[in-house]
C-alpha cells in the first residue's frame, strides 16, 4: 500500500521530490509518506484530545471530543485541499500536529493550576499563548499554515474549558491573526519579538475591551481596582514576549528535526564568506562576479511574482561552484587570446562544459549545502542544448562530408553528431525559484554580448531567450504562469539596464594650462 501511495505522490510532486522518493527504501517511504504512519499520526493526536478534553472536571466531556473529532476531521480535509503537500510528507504533518498539540496541552496545564488553586484565575485570559502555534507555523511553513494553526487551535481552546466560552474563542482567534500577519516575512529574529510585544498588546486590549481585565467602574474610576489592572496588563504582554522568545529558541531546533529551511536561515546562508565563494572569487572570478549579478537579477524578479527572493539570491551565489573544477574553460574566466576549447573537439568541450553540473552537486553534498540550493545546481541548465559547440560539430560534419565526397568515402562512414550527447542531463527547473535563476543565468550570460546595450536590445535579448527556453520545454515542469513570466522579463529588463548603463563622457584635459576655469570644472567632474 505504501509503494503504490508513494507512486501516487510521485506523479503530484515535482521532480526533485520524485528522485529523492527513488533513492529510499520500502521502510523510508512506508515512514515518511505511507498512509499506515499517517494514520498512526492521527490516532497519537486524537489520543492526545482526549487525554486534554478528559482530564478535570468539565461537562460533557464526551460530546466535546466527539465534536473535537469531527473538528480534527475538518482540519485534515483542510490540509487535502489547501495544503497537499503537508498532509502528504508524514514528517510535515507530525510537525504541524506536534505544535499545534504543544499550545493546547500549555492552555490545558493553566487551566488545571488554576482550578487547583496555584493561579488567579483572573489571569488566565491573559496568559493563554494563543500566539505559540500561529508565529511557529508561519515562521516554518507560512502564513496559510499559520492562519491554519490559528483557526483550529481557537476551536479545540473551546473544548478545554469547563464551559464552551466563544469570547476566549474570539481572542484566540483575533491573536492568531495578528501574529501571522506580522510574520509575513520573517528575515531577523528580532521580528518574532517585535511580534510578540504586539500580540501581547492585542491580548491586553480585547481582554479589555471584553471584560476580562479588571473590571473598571467607569462611574467612579477611583474606586477600580488599578493595581490588579496594571499587573494583568503587563501580563499580557508579558504572556506575548515571552511566548515569541520560546518560538525564537525553539525554531532552530525545528528546523533541524524537520529538515524545514526558514528565511532567517536563508539569509545566514548568504554570507560570502563561506569557503566554496571565497574558493570561487579567487579561482574564478569572472564566475564569481556573474553569479552576483544573477543574484540581483533573480532576487529582484522573485519580489515582482511572489517567489521567495532570499532563496534565489543565495543559490544564485551557488549555482555555478562547480565550474572551480576547470574554471579555464569557461569564457567568463577567460583572461587571455588563448582558448583551451581550440585545442578541443566539440564533443570533448561539451562534455567539460556540461560536467560543471555534475561537479557543483559533489561540491554542494561535500560542504553540506541546503538541498533546495543542490536542486538548483541540478536544474539551472535543464536539459537546454549547448547551442554554441553543437553548432560547431555541425559545421565540422558539413566539412567532413564534404570532404568525404572528394575523398569517394561513404556518408555512414563519416562521425554522427548526436544531440543528446550537447544536452544537459536536467533535470528541467520546477520551482519558481529555480526557473526565475534558469533565465537569470542565461540572460546575464548572453548580455555579456551585446555591444552597444540600448534599452531595445536588451528587451530584445530577454524575449528571445524567455521564448527559447518556452519551445524547447524548458519551463513545462515549473509552477509558473506567462503572466508571471512577463513581469519577469520586465524585472529583468529594469535590472539589466541598471547594470549595464553607459558611462557619462568626462571631459578630455586640455593641452593648455591657461584656462584655468576647464581645469577646474574639470576636477569638479571628476
Known sequence: MHLQFAKFFQRQQAPRTRRRIEDLSSLQIELQFGWITKIGIFLIFSLGLAALIFSGHSSNQLQKFLISLLIFGTAIAHLWVNHPNT????????????????????????????????????????????????????????????????????????????????????????????????????????????????????????????????????????????????????????????????????????????????????????????????????????????????????????EKIGANPTICRVASYFHDIGKLVKPEYFTENITNNSNPHDEL???????????????????????????????????????????????????QQRDAALGGKIMNIRPEDLPQVNESNFRYPGPKPNTKESAIISLADAVESASRSLERPTPQRIADLIDSIIKDRLDDGQLDDAPITLQELKKIAESFRFTLQSMLHSRVAYPKKRDSDDDSDSQDSIRIAV
Open 87 to 302: 498532509l502528504h510528507s508524514n514528517q510535515r504533518l507530525f510537525l504541524v500536529l506536534c505544535i499545534l498539540f504543544a499550545q493546547l496541552a500549555a492552555i490545558k496545564f493553566l487551566l488545571t493550576e488554576a482550578h487547583r488553586g496555584l493561579l488567579d484565575p483572573a489571569f488566565l485570559p491573559m496568559l493563554a499563548p494563543y500566539a505559540f502555534a500561529p508565529l511557529c507555523l508561519s515562521v516554518l511553513l507560512g502564513k496559510n499554515h499559520g492562519l491554519y494553526a490559528a483557526i483550529f487551535c481557537s476551536l479545540w481552546t473551546a473544548f478545554l474549558l469547563r464551559q464552551i466560552e466563544p469570547i476566549l474563542l474570539v481572542i484566540s482567534l483575533i491573536v492568531g491573526f495578528v501574529a501571522v500577519h506580522l510574520t509575513f516575512q520573517v528575515r531577523k529574529r528580532a521580528t518574532l519579538i517585535h511580534a510578540g510585544f504586539f500580540t501581547g498588546l492585542a491580548t491586553l486590549i480585547l481582554c479589555l475591551l471584553l471584560g476580562f481585565i479588571g473590571p473598571i467602574n467607569l462611574h467612579s474610576l477611583p474606586q477600580s481596582n488599578w493595581e490588579l489592572i496594571a499587573w494583568q496588563s503587563l501580563t499580557a504582554l508579558a504572556a506575548g514576549i515571552i511566548t515569541s522568545i520560546i518560538v525564537s529558541g525553539l525554531i532552530p531546533i525545528l528546523e533541524s528535526l524537520f529538515g524545514v529551511t526558514t528565511d532567517i536561515s536563508w539569509l545566514e546562508m548568504s554570507d560570502l564568506n563561506h569557503p566554496l565563494l571565497k574558493r570561487l572569487s579567487l579561482e574564478a572570478p569572472g564566475s564569481y562576479h556573474h553569479s552576483l549579478a544573477v543574484a540581483n537579477l533573480s532576487e529582484a524578479a522573485a
Open 345 to 395: 573537439t566539440p564533443t570533448m568541450s561539451a562534455l567539460i562544459i556540461i560536467a560543471h553540473v555534475k561537479e557543483g552537486v559533489d561540491l554542494a553534498l561535500k560542504h553540506k549545502l541546503n538541498p533546495l540550493i543542490i536542486d538548483v545546481i541540478r536544474q539551472h541548465h535543464g536539459t537546454s542544448l549547448v547551442s554554441y559547440f553543437y553548432q560547431r560539430a555541425l559545421s
